[in-house]
């Protein structure tokens, strides 16, 4: 295989191939992208203290750098009505650390925002005045209205068709906001953060605090809430839990769905195992495993009064909301999955842009696939070559847990394992003994099959690429007839040696196909 130029920017990698076919690429401007190389976002919360520094030059956001610190500034605000003095010490050292981290970078102003126990604490202001003198950060203290919009925004991002409500938890707060159809419409906040529950007297004034709250936004809610998304921590790491009780195979977070009757038995679970031990299991913190009975309290109240038909865990919120809010228009409307799969090819493949040739070159062996199913052709077909450096032994493995485990949005698991395993098959036929096998529950007999014909397409494919070439003939799929007939362009005739037919058959094999082969004018059976 011929390789692509060595050292190529990827500002010039996004204008190597353009693709306008069914997933053409936005008209971004190379200097926004650039732009997006580094964005440093805080996130001074009630509970913790965040600096996310993303590499956000795709659509889907890449974590250059990412720390948290539980300074628990709300610990103490429903009681005395002010910061607490510990938090506040906490919270300086870690801001003077990140604004220090930012200034090395070369990325600052950061964005930098406080939520709930910032905006309704006595000392929120002079506390906002001491951040700017000793560490120069400027610190914006949003509302719970604007607090509610960036966490929706956040779930957009990464959940771009998303319809229904984001429901984002903190330490003293919780937001609601309506989304449908990339748009953000009514919003609300509430004060039903763990940090805030925690002082009521007892399980009952809790119970009452939030159906009280709940029946208040519910009255005020336009429409069904059929949906929920979760977002914030203390969710997640509900979310945990029930992964680690259901003994759930695939530990990625966003777009988990949560089961309603099974999460009854989650919150059940919180409420009566031995917390420690329980947090070792699922890899939570000390500091958040002691906020978990108050926010189960809140979950059964969502349940309870809002009745939502489908819940799933959001990885992204106000954080991912900001960057969203600097991306330019163009870049927002794009497809998160497809832009990542685009962003990883330019930069990682031998010979970026052939991608989108061999997503054309495939496509005709799935005549009656939806929209869902051709993003995902097109995504594998992207990431065919991004794993090349990895040791052959190995490449298998590694493209799957690519696709499966990476921080990518717009992708439900079962998207996830089938992309897994296409890629799998772009590298070896034999599926037995990988990781496949423990998550082979989440795609159907048709999908597995599938996404084997489409990973033998791609292996096949792969061995006509010369120079980015993409005259590289055509396949004929009669799945009426079960013939596969294959068109060598003169280009790609020199390169159909014995290996590549090996390669033609195995594919033929996973159609149960009978196959021809038309070549410089003479048709073989």
């Keep these: ?33 650039q732009r997006l190389s580094r ?9 913790s203290v965040r600096l996310v520094i993303f590499d956000g030059a795709a659509r ?58 910032m905006r309704v ?27 509610a919009r960036l966490a929706a925004q956040g779930v957009l991002l990464g959940w771009p068709e998303a319809s229904g409500y984001v429901c984002d938890i903190g330490g003293s707060s919780m937001e609601l906001a309506q989304v449908s159809a990339g748009e953000i419409g009514w919003r609300d906040t509430s004060p039903l953060g763990p940090l805030a529950l925690a002082r009521l007297e007892s399980e009952k004034a809790v119970r009452t605090r939030v159906e009280d709250h709940l029946k208040r936004l519910r009255k005020a809610m336009p429409g069904d809430p059929k949906r929920l998304y979760l977002v914030g921590g203390s969710w997640r790491a509900i979310a945990k839990i029930d992964m680690v009780r259901r003994d759930y195979p695939l530990q990625v977070l966003h777009e988990y769905r949560l089961d309603r009757d099974s999460l009854v038995e989650t919150l059940d679970l919180i409420d009566s195992a031995d917390p420690h031990a329980l947090r070792k299991q699922a890899g939570i913190s000390g500091e958040r495993m002691a906020l978990l009975p108050m926010a189960g309290q809140v979950l059964r109240g969502l349940l309870k009064v809002l009745q939502p038909e489908e819940l799933f865990v959001s990885a992204y919120g106000l954080r991912e909301g900001l960057l969203y809010e ?40 799935f005549p009656d ?31 799957f847990d690519y696709a ?68 590289i003939g055509r396949l004929d799929w009669d799945p009426a007839a079960k013939r596969l007939a294959l068109h060598l362009s003169d280009h790609t005739q020199p390169l159909f040696g014995e290996v590549a037919e090996a390669r033609f058959i195995a594919l033929a094999k996973a159609l149960e196909a009978e196959v021809s082969v038309l070549a410089a004018g003479t048709l073989s059976a």
């Design 404 to 471: 499966a485990r990476a921080n990518m949005g717009g992708l439900s698991h079962g998207e996830r394992v089938f992309l897994g395993l296409a890629l799998l098959h772009r590298y070896k036929n034999n599926r037995d003994g990988t990781r496949f096998d423990a998550l082979r529950p989440l795609l159907s007999e048709q999908e597995v099959r599938d996404a084997e014909i489409l990973g033998r397409a791609l292996r096949f494919g792969a061995m006509l690429t010369l120079g980015g070439d993409d005259n």
């Design 369 to 399: 696939a939806d929209r869902a199913r051709l993003r995902l052709i097109k995504a594998a077909s992207l990431l065919h070559d991004v794993s090349w450096r990895t040791h052959p032994d190995y490449r298998a493995e590694v493209c």
């Design 326 to 365: 600097e991306m330019p228009e163009a870049l927002r409307t794009a497809d998160p999955l497809i832009e990542s799969c685009r962003h990883a090819e330019m930069s990682s493949a031998r010979v970026p842009g052939f991608g989108t040739t061999l997503y054309r070159y495939v496509r005709s062996l």
């Design 121 to 147: 604490a006595e000392d929120g202001p002079d506390f906002q005045k001491e951040i700017l003198e000793k560490t120069g950060m400027q610190l914006r203290v949003i509302d719970g209205a604007e607090e």
């Design 60 to 117: 889907s956001p890449a974590y250059f750098f990412n720390e948290k610190v539980l300074c628990g500034l709300g610990r103490d605000l429903a009681e005395t009505g002010r910061l607490s003095p510990e938090g506040k010490t906490r919270a300086l050292a870690a801001l003077n650390r990140f604004q220090h981290i930012g200034e090395s970078l070369g990325i600052t102003p950061m964005l930098a925002v406080a939520t709930a126990a």
């Design 39 to 47: 964005v440093g976002v805080v996130d001074v919360g009630s509970n």
């Design 1 to 33: 295989m011929a390789l692509g130029r060595a050292g190529l920017a990827l500002t010039e990698l996004r204008h190597v191939s353009p693709d306008p076919g069914f997933f053409g690429p936005p008209p971004v401007d190379p200097a926004d992208v």
